[in-house]
């Protein structure tokens, strides 16, 4: 994909994360800069497959991008 649709694919993915954060700066209006880098996504999880960890790195030089946990159940892609 390119840089345009890889942007154009992140934004329906954040629709969402003002409201569920309680963040009301967490929106693509109060967040205009736009970044695309090649990264990895390294996850952790245990015996219960709806609850993991994750760490976003750059994969060049492993700097760090962005991390978090994805715990609810039925999650459709966000």
């Known amino acids: 994909m390119r840089h345009n649709e890889?942007?154009?694919?992140?934004?329906k993915h954040?629709?969402?994360?003002?409201?569920?954060?309680?963040?009301p700066?967490?929106?693509?209006?109060?967040l205009p800069k736009t970044t695309v880098?090649?990264?990895v996504v390294?996850?952790?999880?245990?015996?219960?497959?709806d609850r993991k960890m994750f760490v976003v790195l750059d994969?060049?030089?492993g700097t760090f991008i962005a991390s978090?946990?994805?715990y609810r159940k039925n999650c459709q892609g966000h």
């Open 42 to 49: 390294v996850s952790f999880e245990g015996d219960e497959p």
């Open 59 to 61: 994969r060049e030089t």
């Open 37 to 39: 880098a090649d990264a």
């Open 25 to 30: 700066w967490a929106t693509l209006e109060m």
């Open 6 to 11: 890889l942007i154009a694919e992140a934004r």
């Open 14 to 23: 954040t629709t969402d994360i003002s409201r569920l954060s309680g963040q």
């Open 68 to 70: 978090g946990l994805n």
